[in-house]
């Protein structure tokens, strides 16, 4: 496993990838990496025949308030981690690489990225899809691998690799989950052992919600409704909503298309985020 700093030495590289004709699976994360970035490693192991990783805390999808500094690093832990997974290129450069001076150029993504999380992290949005193009283009794969616990990102990016023409298939992993259904995320760590304790409402909402789904109700009142009475030890609920999973506008009453039960909320001072789908074959 070679680890990569510069862009252009990542382009010699991934040059001489593709003049052998090799396809080249993408994962990009802000390592501290746990199983669910390992899922997205495995999905693109076995559709490509080069992984790369990249390791980036993007500092333009963090707004001046929120945990960049704080945020969990632990790079020599994730090069082991992608070497045993049979990672071949970790991407890791540093933030001047990836902005040099005079760097003003960005990608606004329209309607999706205003709603559930962009409603409350204004230009999180914009600094992902700003990042993701720009990698993209270092990395040139075939295929990048998303993982769905981030829900509203994948859409985000799925319609940015359309409305841009973006050589590249765009592929949405389920979500990794611990053994007691806390989704995982780097995040995680955050959190005292009462707060871990707590933050299962989240999962346990949606769950119930998902129940209750699979046994018939089409009502999103109501699917809303299930999750919520599981969400009252949060210490904030910021959204629970119901969304149509195209378009991310709140879901019709009676459901008729597949929908996804978005969440967020504090436990503490850590966010976490999570949602499930409710799928329905498409009309
Ligand atoms: P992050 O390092 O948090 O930016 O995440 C990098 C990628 O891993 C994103 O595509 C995430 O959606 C994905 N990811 C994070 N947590 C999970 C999880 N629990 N299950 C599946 N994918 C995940």
Do not use: W
């Not at 199983?35 to 490693?41: F, K, T, Y």
Request: glycine share 6%; proline share 5%; net charge neutral.
């Amino acid at each position: 496993m070679q680890t990569i700093r510069s862009v252009s030495e990542l382009r010699r590289v991934v040059a001489d990838v593709r003049k052998s004709h090799k396809r080249i699976g993408f994962v990009p994360t802000m390592g501290c990496l746990h199983d669910g970035h390992l899922a997205l490693v495995e999905a693109s192991l076995a559709n490509c025949d080069v992984t790369i990783v990249s390791i980036f805390v993007n500092p333009t999808q963090f707004a001046p308030n929120e945990d960049f500094g704080a945020y969990p690093r632990d790079f020599v832990r994730d090069e082991k981690l992608c070497r045993a997974a049979g990672v071949a290129i970790v991407f890791a450069p540093e933030a001047k690489e990836v902005y040099p001076a005079q760097f003003e150029t960005i990608i606004e993504p329209g309607e999706l990225a205003n709603t559930l999380c962009g409603a409350f992290r204004p230009g999180h949005f914009r600094g992902v899809a700003t990042v993701v193009c720009k990698l993209f283009n270092m990395v040139q794969p075939d295929a990048a691998y998303f993982g769905q616990k981030d829900f509203q990102q994948c859409a985000v990016v799925r319609r940015m690799a359309i409305d841009l023409n973006l050589p590249i298939e765009i592929a949405i992993v389920p979500t990794v989950r611990e053994v007691d259904g806390l989704a995982m995320s780097s995040r995680n760590r955050y959190l005292s052992l009462e707060e871990r304790r707590r933050s299962l409402a989240i999962s346990r909402g949606l769950f119930a919600a998902t129940e209750e789904f699979r046994s018939g109700e089409r009502d999103p009142k109501r699917l809303i409704g299930i999750a919520k009475k599981h969400l009252e030890t949060v210490d904030r609920l910021q959204y629970l909503e119901l969304v149509d999973t195209t378009t991310l506008k709140p879901a019709e009453s009676p459901l008729e298309r597949s929908a996804a039960l978005c969440v967020a909320a504090y436990v503490g001072s850590t966010r976490l985020i999570d949602n499930v789908i409710l799928s329905l074959p498409a009309s």
